[in-house]
């Protein structure tokens, strides 16, 4: 059979080729009444008519538009619908889900940078709200080395969503919990005891801006405060010997919480 309608139709996979439909759909439509074809061979195989086929046409049309098949039925069979009302509604509602695609593009854009960046902020932006002695390369060169890590996607997905304001709020958290730190070693503060706990606990709350972080986790990096250069210096521009200080008040915390801080791992538990 030729592939065009003539008196004996076109079969439904005929159909199916030309329209890009399913069989599937096809049958579907034809059992709710909403494409029949006129004809039948005579062992019951549906035939579709030039009718039939214009008529398909129109509902794949309406269904790229996003119209739903009762919406079509009444758009072809209804004289009473209003047509360009229907197809008006349907542009809104395109219209909207573009606007929400749209947004997704830019969240789906802004979380690919975090993840290579780290930080979604220009440099001035950084030296006003971390002060002239941060580093802007300092998220660039910690990609390199935690960027396979599930910390950094967590850090990165937090990043993504954060404006300068909230930057500034996690900067402003981090100075305080600094100067906390140094009053308290001035004060004398002793490892192990309630106010050292309350200490180390802020230090994890705080440090949760960036992602999630264990007792565990939290004695590697105390550690690392310690033994790095630039977080030394950091800690010890704060107050001479803070780190080391605050590596003990750390250590203590996780034996009060049945954890052993000498063989304490980054992905070594939960606690």
Known sequence: MADTPDAEGLTVGQVSARLSVTVRALHHWDDIGLARPSLRTAAGYRLYTAADLERLHRIVVYRELGLGLDKIRAVLDDSATDVPGALRAQRTQVAGRIERLQQLITGLERMIDAQERGM??????????????WDPEGPAKARQLYGDTTQWRQYAERSASRTPEEWQAVADDIAALDRALGEAMDAGVAPGTPEAHRLV???????AANFPLTREMQVCLARMYEDDPGFAAHYDGVRPGLATWFRR???ADARAHGLDPDTATWDGGTA
């Open 120 to 133: 979604l902020l220009t440099i001035e932006q950084q030296a006003a709200i971390f002060g002239p002695h």
């Open 249 to 251: 008040l750390v250590d």
């Open 201 to 207: 606990g802020r230090h994890r709350d705080v440090f």
